[in-house]
């Protein structure tokens, strides 16, 4: 390590200074909603450097001596004149955590231009949000989907290198709940609702709009919708050989070859030719929601206005 490059240990520098009046700890009344710090007001151009810093009356002077930096840089940051960069991100999150017991993601304070006509750069990471969209009851064999009845409600994640990203919307992820219809019992309303007690099935929310057969189904465990039909199951899919170019598209639906005491499927229905409105591959699984950072909120708009 070069004993002349002071940055090399910054964390330790700042431990080893002194608190002065202006490193008193501030107390923080609840969790810090970065989603909401970051949210611009109309018309004026803000971040969530400005809004910590505004939020919590952090002198910018205090900053640029503890960091070893210029005001104007700071300034230049906080206005969106400059790109916050992921070694000034590191810098200003430990800042926030050793000298105002601030915890501060460094993810959430990157900033960058978000097209190539933009002026100013804008925070690069906002945590996005997966619809909720159904669940599957293991032990009834069936996947129910959400209907109006039941208010939206989607997961996000305050991690911010979990991969729910605001981008990651555009890809169309939705997920359903896992139900063992056992130890955990079919949702009814989401106050009574008790989000770690449940795993949850992430999958592509396109095949389900598109009513199409996803690639990434075949040979997969899967959701899937029988053709003409309000009857939703999981499986692994496989494409059946067609006799000639006119012979419709028929599928097997299986369970899984990993699965040990419990059937996947409903063993009175022969699933074995059958025609699909849609598919939709199950892409990852989240089993331990809480340490993830992973929390279901529920919609405060209306249908029409939030999908």
């Not at 009344?29 to 949210?39: I, S, W």
Request: hydrophobic share 35%; proline share 5%.
């Amino acid at each position: 390590m070069n004993p002349r490059n002071p940055r090399k240990n910054f964390a330790d520098d700042l431990l080893d200074k002194k608190l002065s009046y202006h490193d008193k700890q501030l107390s923080i009344e609840g969790d810090l909603n970065l989603k909401k710090l970051a949210k611009p007001v109309e018309g004026k151009y803000t971040n969530t450097l400005n809004n910590i810093i505004t939020k919590y009356q952090i002198e910018q002077k205090h900053i640029a001596e503890v960091l070893e930096v210029d005001t104007a840089t700071i300034s230049k940051h906080r206005n969106g004149k400059g790109p916050i960069g992921w070694d000034m991100a590191q810098m200003y999150s430990k800042y926030f955590i050793i000298n105002h017991a601030i915890m501060v993601d460094a993810f959430s304070l990157l900033t960058g231009k978000h097209t190539p006509k933009d002026k100013l750069y804008y925070d690069t990471l906002v945590p996005g949000r997966m619809p909720v969209v159904g669940e599957y009851n293991h032990n009834e064999t069936e996947v129910r989907l959400f209907d109006h009845t039941i208010k939206p409600m989607y997961l996000t994640s305050t991690m911010y290198n979990h991969y729910i990203f605001k981008n990651a919307e555009d890809w169309g992820l939705s997920c359903f709940i896992y139900v063992d219809g056992i130890d955990t019992k079919p949702f009814e309303d989401y106050d009574s609702f008790f989000v770690e007690d449940y795993d949850y099935w992430c999958v592509l929310n396109s095949p389900m709009v598109q009513n199409n057969v996803h690639k990434g189904a075949l040979q997969n465990l899967c959701v899937c919708k029988l053709k003409d039909q309000d009857t939703v199951l999981t499986g692994m899919l496989y494409e059946k050989p067609r006799r000639n170019q006119q012979s419709p598209v028929t599928y097997e639906l299986v369970h899984p070859y990993w699965y040990v005491t419990k059937d996947f499927l409903p063993e009175d229905r022969n699933l074995n030719g059958i025609e699909l409105d849609w598919a939709t591959p199950v892409l990852s699984v989240i089993m331990n929601p809480s340490a993830s950072g992973i929390m279901l909120k529920q919609s405060t708009i209306v249908v029409e206005e939030e999908y």
